[in-house]
């Protein structure tokens, strides 16, 4: 794995939490409560981002609302450059049909990764809509897609890597923006309190 160098810490974990709240509060005002929502994290951050605004949305609404995870592995569009893509479990254990689907990821890039959630959701059935909630947007989109819910706007280079670390998983809470060797490419986050630190695309 390449050596990562933090070049800026661009969110605390107090920010984290403020920009979690913030979230909350927007998609139940956009969908006039959690009535018909569920969320659904792509893994391996955007899951536990889900769990966490899951639990924001109990303690203002009092509502338990559906979570989930989703594995793209097989849905990339680099899948066949990649000898043994890394496979993580999709937990969707509830209907998917005629609800709000708030999917959620750590770090919107180009686009892709939500273009490969979207098809591997789709094979669950048939949403009313489908709705996406970022921690990080930092631009450089491939594809035309947007979030309806952004946390915080971070402006970075190409070259760059803009990684969310959990506590729970990394042992401490942060957005930081990292360098890597000219060339390196950076895979997909492990869930592990190792020094490779994940990936977005």
């Known amino acids: 794995m390449p050596k990562l160098e933090t070049k800026s810490v661009v969110m605390d974990a107090q920010a984290i939490e403020r920009a979690l709240t913030r979230l909350t509060h927007e ?47 097989f849905y990339r569009d680099d899948v066949a450059i990649h000898i043994a893509p890394e496979v993580h479990t999709t937990n969707i254990s509830f209907s998917v049909d005629g609800r709000t689907i708030v999917l959620v990821d750590d770090v919107l890039y180009t686009g892709r990764t939500i273009r490969a959630a979207l098809d591997a959701l789709m ?3 048939r949403p009313a809509a489908i709705q996406l909630a970022v921690l990080v947007d930092r631009g450089h989109r491939e594809l035309p897609i947007r979030a309806d819910y952004v946390g915080k706007n971070v402006p970075s280079a ?22 890597a060797a000219p060339g390196e490419r950076i895979g997909s986050a492990p869930l592990s309190k190792a020094q490779e630190k994940g990936g977005e695309v």
């Open 27 to 73: 998609i139940l005002e956009h969908n006039k409560g959690a009535d018909d929502i569920a969320l659904v994290g792509i893994v391996t951050r955007g899951d536990l981002l889900a769990l966490e605004l899951a639990k924001r949305i109990q303690q203002i609404e009092d509502v338990e609302v559906p979570v989930g995870s989703l594995d793209i592995s």
């Open 123 to 125: 094979d669950y059935g």
């Open 158 to 179: 190409s070259q760059e890597h803009v990684r969310l670390f959990l506590e729970s998983v990394d042992g401490r809470s942060s957005v930081e923006i990292l360098q």
